[in-house]
């Protein structure tokens, strides 16, 4: 058997190109890594995205390779692309079973499987789900409602099968299948890079305890939060560094200062083992403290992002962040005098908006001693309890595509309030970036931060970011 697994194209169709990096897919290198430990089969990777393969070389691929399953990682804003990718492959050969994963097939398996090309929609966490329906069709069965966590068609009717459990013990979860990508390719977005060095992204946890209004993190993870061991986290950490000569880490847990005394572990096991790396993690301002952020500091880390989201506390309240404004102050304050960069996003447009509050966004990003700050533009993904709000006050614009949903976009803003048009929500974006880094003050920070070509060099990738985001 021979499985093929797609990261789809966008940028070059609706994104905004250079602007996030190219991360590695994880969640297609730990497929990979699952199914060829625990499945006989042949398999690759194209990830079109990195690559920025269209249609035309999609099909060349598959012509080639010839694969008997295509797995497909399926965000919302790719829906559209990955149904036009699932034609194609059913032109070519309908015998090939093409299966459509992650968010969007998670939040509306139906509309997947109404395509007319998609087989079979894996529903929430996808490892053991899609092995178990690769090992049905590798063995001839098609009793595919004994399968928790799929959607599919039988005698014209679409069929949901019962929810999966998720894999309680993710150490059980092989690394990432890193050999299968051509890792030079891929490198973190300006305001997430660094260093200079090989990067990748790395994970040491699955899920998020939080309530978010706007985050789809718990349509896959269900709010559970299962950690990897100290030890795994770390040994994957060195493989990283002496089979791939990797030394730059995007920790991409949704917080991973969650847990204080893990945090210290895995701190203290990389300085413990020597390992010279440089990396950059997602925080929660009301779970850090001093201890914790000079241990990180310690073993390597050089920047924490936090999602500071907004300026006005009665925003916050309505996002359900369960933090305060304050709260971003002080823990602002507490990463730069560990020695920390800190970057932090904000969200306007969000629900109860006004322009008084997106005001009060922006002069709170300006006050604080931030190293960067990226300023989105609201979007309710399907699955998040803000989509359901939007549709049902009324908020989402018309003639909507898959598309729009994208986090940076060239297409108009996608909730719009009656007190914000989307030209002033575009004109609200435009000058949140030019306030913020305009700025004399923080001019001078970032010319007083140059040390080598290495920082100059990010210093132009990061303003090639902001210049494209003025011709949006």
């Keep these: 058997m021979k499985i093929l697994l797609i990261?789809?194209?966008?940028?070059?169709?609706?994104?905004?190109?250079?602007?996030?990096?190219?991360?590695?897919?994880?969640?297609?290198?730990?497929?990979?890594?699952?199914?060829?430990k625990y499945l006989d089969c042949g398999i690759k990777v194209m990830d079109a995205e990195t690559h920025e393969m269209d249609y035309s070389d999609i099909r060349r691929g598959i012509v080639d390779y010839?694969?008997?399953?295509?797995?497909?990682?399926?965000?919302?804003?790719?829906?559209?692309?990955?149904?036009?990718?699932?034609?194609?492959?059913?032109?070519?050969?309908?015998?090939?079973?093409?299966?459509?994963?992650?968010?969007?097939?998670?939040?509306?398996?139906?509309?997947?499987?109404?395509?007319?090309?998609?087989?079979?929609?894996?529903?929430?966490?996808?490892?053991?789900?899609?092995?178990?329906?690769?090992?049905?069709?590798?063995?001839?069965?098609?009793?595919?409602?004994?399968?928790?966590?799929?959607?599919?068609?039988?005698?014209?009717?679409?069929?949901?099968?019962?929810?999966?459990?998720?894999?309680?013990?993710?150490?059980?979860?092989?690394?990432?299948?890193?050999?299968?990508?051509n890792l030079d390719s891929y490198y973190q977005a300006p305001t997430k890079k660094v260093s200079n060095f090989k990067s990748t992204s790395i994970l040491t946890s699955r899920g998020c305890p939080y309530d978010c209004m706007h985050c789809i993190s718990k349509l896959i993870w269900r709010r559970r939060v299962r950690y990897r061991g100290v030890k795994t986290v770390v040994d994957e950490i060195e493989e990283c560094v002496k089979k791939y000569g990797i030394r730059e880490f995007n920790f991409y847990d949704d917080t991973f200062t969650l847990n204080k005394k893990r945090v210290i572990d895995i701190c203290r096991t990389i300085t413990e083992r020597k390992l010279d790396i440089a990396w950059i993690c997602f925080g929660r301002i009301n779970i850090i403290d001093k201890e914790m952020l000079e241990e990180m500091k310690k073993a390597g880390c050089?920047?924490?992002?936090?999602?500071?989201?907004?300026?006005?506390?009665?925003?916050?309240?309505?996002?359900?962040?369960?933090?305060?404004?304050?709260?971003?102050?002080?823990?602002?304050?507490?990463?730069?005098?560990a020695g920390l960069s800190v970057h932090a996003s904000f969200m306007l447009g969000n629900i109860g908006e006004t322009h008084e509050t997106i005001r009060q966004t922006i002069d709170y990003a300006k006050e604080l001693d931030l190293d960067n700050a990226t300023f989105f533009l609201t979007t309710p993904f399907p699955g998040t309890d803000l989509y359901t709000e939007a549709l049902k006050s009324g908020c989402l614009a018309g003639n909507l595509s898959w598309e729009d949903f994208a986090p940076l976009t060239k297409s108009n803003p996608i909730?719009?309030?009656?007190?914000?048009?989307?030209?002033?929500?575009?004109?609200?974006?435009?000058?949140?970036?030019?306030?913020?880094?305009?700025?004399?003050?923080?001019?001078?920070?970032?010319?007083?931060?140059?040390?080598?070509?290495?920082d100059i060099r990010m210093m132009i990738e990061g303003l090639g970011v902001f210049f494209r985001l003025q011709k949006k």
């Design 302 to 337: 050089r920047k924490i992002s936090f999602g500071l989201e907004s300026g006005s506390q009665k925003i916050l309240d309505i996002m359900r962040k369960n933090t305060t404004v304050d709260m971003g102050r002080k823990a602002v304050k507490a990463a730069s005098d």
């Design 415 to 454: 909730l719009v309030q009656n007190n914000i048009t989307q030209d002033e929500l575009i004109a609200w974006q435009k000058r949140a970036f030019k306030e913020f880094y305009l700025r004399p003050k923080y001019l001078l920070r970032k010319l007083r931060s140059i040390h080598s070509l290495d």
């Design 7 to 36: 990261n789809p194209p966008y940028i070059q169709f609706s994104g905004i190109k250079n602007s996030g990096g190219h991360a590695i897919p994880l969640n297609l290198a730990y497929l990979a890594g699952y199914l060829r």
């Design 66 to 181: 010839q694969p008997d399953i295509v797995g497909i990682s399926t965000p919302t804003p790719v829906f559209n692309h990955v149904a036009a990718i699932a034609k194609i492959i059913k032109n070519i050969n309908p015998g090939i079973f093409v299966i459509a994963g992650g968010p969007h097939p998670s939040a509306f398996p139906e509309e997947a499987i109404n395509t007319g090309f998609i087989d079979f929609a894996v529903r929430g966490e996808g490892e053991l789900t899609f092995y178990e329906l690769a090992a049905m069709i590798a063995g001839g069965c098609d009793d595919y409602g004994r399968i928790k966590g799929i959607a599919y068609k039988k005698n014209d009717k679409v069929i949901l099968t019962g929810e999966r459990e998720l894999i309680e013990d993710i150490d059980s979860i092989p690394f990432p299948a890193r050999d299968l990508f």
